[in-house]
């Protein structure tokens, strides 16, 4: 099965050097389960022909809001609907989730309550916890049509979603380690996120997290949709 991964932002130069780019960071997550994958550049207006030129897309996480007014956030939201159209499915991470949200009649915002950052602990609708790492301040705040709500907290209530039968959305990062999310707190965090949150999360990173429960969620999902 060909996974189509469209990368929305570019990972740091530490990470780069060590685990790739995001979507060579989201590979090696699905490692195991017999992809394949062909990476876009989308942020830098590199996309498919269309829907049709994988068997299922992934959505990275972006440094970029999902309302910023930019071509490529408009002609990823113009694919987004092609493959919701197409049948294929689709999964979004972070600005992933946010923009498929947005795409399909949901709203985006810079939540007034500030970060999340770090391990956090979600609960899921089946009433199973799993903690995941998180980095960001915008949200999901309005839903689109046809969503269902599968995981939230009490900082982010919209955490993951369904939106019908082939399209899975999550607001935290399965893919990040502890050793990403550390990296970035030392080159994007200082300045920006407030440094309690931040010393907070690095206090937290050497407990055990779900990602790699999560990436079984992801590439069942996956493969059950390829299947029906």
């Known amino acids: 099965m060909k996974i189509g991964i469209l990368q929305t932002g570019k990972s740091v130069p530490e990470v780069r050097a060590k685990m790739g780019e995001y979507a060579d960071v989201f590979a090696a997550l ?13 942020v830098d207006g590199d996309f498919p022909q269309g829907p049709e030129a994988a068997d299922g897309w992934l959505i ?8 910023e007014d930019l071509p490529w956030i408009g002609q990823l939201e113009d694919l987004i609907r ?6 294929k499915p689709l999964i979004g991470v972070c600005f992933g989730h946010q923009i498929i949200a947005k795409a399909l009649g949901g709203k985006v915002e810079k939540f007034s309550g500030g970060w999340a950052v770090g ?28 969503a269902s709500v599968l995981a939230s907290n009490d900082f982010c209530q919209n955490a993951a979603l369904a939106i019908g039968e082939r399209i899975l959305t999550i ?8 050793w990403l999310v550390e990296q970035l707190i030392k080159t994007r965090g200082r300045g920006v996120v407030p440094d309690a949150l931040l010393d907070r999360a690095l206090s937290r990173l050497p407990e055990p997290n779900d990602s790699a429960e999560y990436a079984e969620i992801m590439a069942r999902f996956f493969k059950e949709a390829d299947n029906g």
């Open 30 to 42: 699905l490692d195991g389960h017999g992809f394949s994958f062909d990476r876009y550049m989308v």
């Open 60 to 67: 990275t996480g972006s440094k970029h809001g999902a309302y």
């Open 82 to 87: 092609a493959v919701r159209d197409s049948g």
């Open 119 to 146: 391990p956090q602990t979600y609960e899921f609708v089946d009433g199973k916890k799993m903690v995941l790492h998180a980095w960001h301040q915008d949200q999901v705040t309005e839903l689109p049509e046809g």
């Open 171 to 178: 607001q935290p990062h399965p893919e990040f380690t502890p």
